[in-house]
């Protein structure tokens, strides 16, 4: 008699769940990570971290086993800190009385079979954000800066020994690639076991703009000290050419003067060489990419006697 391929592969599933059944009935011991979590007084903090599990050793039946580690999820131990003194030792019993599981099992060993603790009086304090955000545009884009956060700062609440060397916190890092519209988004503030970060989440702004070029013409060029007698500088006029969001441009086209500067500094008429390179000035959110000569020449009549 021939048996077919589905009957035989139905055979096999059977025979392998029986198997499974009759063998999950059996004991079995384990070595798992399980979470630790502690109740802190309301007006302590802790000033070191804990750990985040402790490793117990668990025998139980294998369905106890796979629904307490991998099915339930609430497996943990949970011990209290309150009413006890600033800093002490988690015992070993403290950590099987705190033993949480929805099924039952059984703790041959937890390592670490002590946790040392140190509590702080908990105090807060208000810090400046700083954003971790990149943010890259597509070919023929720009990011206006500055990079926009609300708010752009956090309170950290903690132990005041831990507090006090908090001066910035950061945002989660997050990138955004070939952007060619304005970027506005909710990012996650990094968080710690020590200190509790509020708020959790801030918006992000970035200003995308198409990039726009506009080129000033016979910019005087402004010598902030008087020249020496005999000292000429030439040329005195040069040619900019300003790069910005497009946004940004047009605001340049509406002003009636000029925008950008174009200087000479003491320090750079003190060189002892002829070629200097003026330093230029431009409004916030533009950049000067030309100017034009580059150089300009510190000429010095030496009177022979």
């Not at 050793?57 to 131990?77: C, D, E, P, V």
């Not at 690639?177 to 702004?205: A, D, F």
Request: aromatic content about 6%; some cysteine; glycine content about 6%.
């Amino acid at each position: 008699m021939r048996i077919s391929i589905g009957t035989a592969a139905f055979s096999l599933l059977l025979s392998l769940m029986l198997w499974l059944f009759i063998a999950f009935q059996e004991e079995y011991e384990v070595t798992a990570p399980i979470r630790f979590e502690v109740q802190l007084p309301p007006d302590r903090s802790l000033e070191s971290p804990l750990p985040e599990h402790v490793y117990v050793k668990l025998r139980a039946t294998g369905w106890n086993l796979l629904n307490a580690l991998y099915l339930g999820g609430s497996t943990r131990i949970s011990v209290g800190l309150a009413g006890r003194a600033a800093e002490g030792i988690i015992s070993e019993a403290e950590l099987r009385s705190g033993f949480r599981s929805s099924v039952p099992l059984r703790i041959v060993s937890i390592e670490p079979n002590a946790i040392s603790y140190r509590l702080g009086n908990i105090v807060q304090k208000k810090v400046p954000l700083v954003p971790q955000v990149a943010i890259e545009p597509a070919d023929g884009y720009l990011l206006v800066p500055p990079l926009v956060l609300v708010p752009d700062s956090v309170v950290v609440v903690g132990s005041e020994e831990t507090v006090k060397r908090i001066h910035a916190w950061d945002t989660q890092q997050r990138t955004y690639r070939n952007v060619q519209t304005t970027v506005v988004g909710l990012v996650e503030v990094v968080q710690s076991p020590l200190l509790r970060v509020l708020p959790e989440r801030v918006l992000v702004k970035g200003v995308i703009q198409p990039v726009a070029e506009m080129t000033y013409f016979d910019i005087p060029v402004v010598v902030e000290s008087p020249l020496q007698a005999g000292e000429t500088l030439l040329p005195s006029v040069v040619t900019v050419t300003v790069r910005g969001g497009l946004g940004e441009i047009e605001r340049l086209l509406d002003r009636q003067e000029i925008p950008v500067s174009v200087r000479i500094s003491p320090q750079q008429l003190r060189g002892k060489g002829e070629m200097v390179a003026p330093i230029i000035s431009t409004p916030p959110g533009v950049q000067a990419v030309t100017c034009e000569p580059p150089y300009v020449v510190l000429r010095r009549i030496i009177a022979v006697q």
